[in-house]
Structure formats: C-alpha cells, structure tokens
C-alpha cells in the first residue's frame, strides 16, 4: 500500500479557565487552544494529511460550555478535508462525560468521529485505528492491553490511539507498558495525558498538547505529522510548532556583591516577551539593596511580558550595617529593622517563619530607602 500520513495531537483541554492566573491573563491563553484546532488542521493541510487524531482531553472538564462545545465542532468543520478523531481522556471519558459524549455523536459535523468503544475503525483502505478510550476518570488498569487482541485486515496499516501514563505515578497499575507497540503489532502508538513532548520509542509517541499551560517544558507546544511508509516500516515524525505562548521558568541564583539587575537583564529574552508567561525564581543570598534593586527591575520589565511572576521565597537576606542604617541609625525603625534581620537569620526559627521576617524587613527597606528618593 502506498505510504499514509497523519496529525497527532492531544490534551487541547478546551475551556481551560486557568484560575490560578491572573483575571486579565485568562481569556488570551482559553482563546489559543481555541485557536489550536485551526492550527491543527494547517498543520495537517499542509503535511498532505486528511486526519487528526486526538489522543484524549480533548476538553477539559466532562461538561464544557455550550460555548465551548459548540465553538469547538464548528472549527473542526471549517477544516475542509480534515478528518478529527476525537478519544476519551481522563478529563473526558467515555462514562464520566457520558452526556457529553452522546451530544458530540448527535451534533458533531460529518468530518467528526467520537471514538467511545474500545475497537476496531476501518481509518482509511489499508488503515485501522485500534483505540483504547478511557471509560471513566481513573479506570485503574492499563486499558491499551485490548490492543493486543484487536483485529485487522492482513497486511493492514494498525494504528493504536490511547490517553494514559507510561510512569504509574500513583501506582495506580494503570501504567502503559513502553513496549505495548510491539505486543500489539502496532506501526505507531498515538499517545496523549503527558503534556510535554515526549518519545517513548520510534513508534510510541506523546505530542504533547498543542498549547501550552504550565511551567514545565519550556517549549511552545507541538502537534506531530506523521507517516507511515507501509507496514513494518519505521514512522517519519515532524514536529510542527503550535503553541502561541511559550511558558518558561528560569532560576536566578545571587550572592552578595552581584549586580541582579545586570543578571535579570541576561536572562530576559530579547525579543516576543508579550507571548512569554515568565516564572522568575530568585535564589541564594542577596543584601537589603540588592533585593530591592532586582524588585525594581523586574517591575519594570514586567509589562513586557503576558505574565511575570518574581519568586523570592528562596532568597535568603543578608543586610549589612550599611543597609540597617539606611533604613534608620536609631529609634523605632531600627529596632523594628534589628529585629526582624535577627529573626532572619535564626536557624531554630522554622523556615516559613525566617522568610517572612527577611520579606518584611526587604519590605521595611524599600518603603523606608525608595519613599525617600
């Protein structure tokens, strides 16, 4: 048979709220996975693809909006020529989401398949899609292993589309083997539930999900385009670039007598801040001065971005004599500035309670120091 391509993709998690984040900061990133599904099916235009398949939390809780739902099926109509297949995940599955489920097989366009049973899909001549729904939230067992025993035309295409961990975190034994391809004959394990990239074997595969939401990866997410030559023969996997807004965490390690501004200064990318969620997280050890001058500069540098998030928590203060005495050299604030430094520093002080005191006394400074400016 001649060569078949396809899109993979996974965990669009569409109706995201992202609660955790700042009120003016939601809407943009819900609107990207949005976006997403047309930046799938340019992706899969654009690699000679008809179909996607979607590994799984497809949306993010098992009763999405009306909105949500509906915006949903009608960008993946608008995809002329692209097929969507759409499985079960953990946050969707088959009988959590049940209502859910039965109104996508009732309104979905033509181009929409819901995959809800665990068998065989004639994808295309010469092309089987073997799924492993997810039939309820935490099934509590590897649910790939019906692969195995699934059937196909001889000399057919066998592509497996499952939504599950190959680490059993939770010791849940619900893990998927990393050699289920091989067990099951597959010429190409579509993956999802790992949010990041992520290359089990040359025929297992996580895309990761489209569209990025935490910070973890460090990449703007992907979708893969893949072929497959012919059976037995080893995929071909592009990775096509997806995500809008990149996430990144970075550690800024200081000690006393560094410039943190000039540090800051280098980790900050040069260009495309207002698509960049930073998660700035300080370290080490830094004079009352210099916190307050890296507080300074990130304040100013933080509109740049879409996010910015300074964390000092495991940024231990070391005030000198210069710094106590230019908050006060004598009377109530000094006293309040002495204290607070010697509850810093007192190791039978729980750590909770020694960053408070250096965060109050960072506070008392720049309030004392800048108000004076």
Do not use: K
């Amino acid at each position: 048979m001649t060569e078949f391509r396809f899109v993979h993709s996974s965990d669009l998690h569409l109706g995201r709220r992202f609660g955790r984040l700042p009120e003016e900061v939601r809407g943009p990133l819900a609107e990207a996975r949005h976006t997403a599904l047309a930046r799938l099916a340019a992706a899969a235009r654009a690699h000679g693809a008809a179909h996607v398949l979607l590994a799984g939390d497809t949306f993010d809780t098992p009763t999405p909006s009306d909105r949500v739902l509906r915006q949903a099926l009608n960008a993946m109509a608008e995809a002329a020529g692209v097929s969507w297949w759409l499985l079960p995940g953990n946050h969707d599955s088959a009988a959590g989401a049940e209502p859910l489920w039965e109104r996508i097989a009732a309104e979905a366009p033509a181009n929409v398949h819901p995959v809800r049973e665990a068998a065989p899909v004639n994808l295309a001549p010469g092309v089987t899609l073997l799924p492993a729904p997810v039939t309820r939230p935490a099934p509590g067992r590897d649910l790939t292993s019906a692969l195995d025993a699934m059937e196909s035309l001889e000399g057919a295409l066998r592509i497996g589309l499952a939504h599950g961990g190959v680490v059993d975190f939770a010791e849940t034994g619900a893990s998927i083997p990393p050699d289920r391809d091989r067990r099951a004959g597959l010429d190409y394990l579509a993956l999802g539930d790992w949010h990041g990239r992520l290359s089990v074997s040359a025929r297992t595969q996580y895309p990761g999900t489209p569209e990025q939401d935490r910070f973890r990866h460090g990449r703007r997410g992907v979708c893969l385009a893949v072929t497959l030559p012919g059976p037995g023969a080893a995929p071909v996997i592009e990775e096509v670039e997806t995500g809008v807004f990149l996430w990144r965490e970075e550690r800024l390690p200081l000690v006393p007598g560094t410039d943190p501004e000039a540090q800051l200064a280098a980790l900050l990318p040069a260009s495309g801040r207002r698509e960049v969620l930073l998660r700035l997280s300080a370290e080490g050890r830094a004079r009352l001065a210099e916190r307050a001058a890296l507080a300074r500069a990130a304040a100013a540098a933080a509109p740049d971005f879409w996010h910015f998030d300074l964390i000092a928590d495991a940024l231990a203060t070391e005030p000198d004599a210069a710094d106590l005495d230019a908050i006060d050299q004598a009377g109530a604030l000094r006293r309040a500035a002495d204290a607070l430094a010697a509850e810093a520093a007192d190791e039978t002080l729980d750590a909770t309670a020694r960053r408070t005191a250096a965060a109050a006394l960072a506070r008392l400074y720049a309030y004392v120091v800048e108000g004076a400016a």
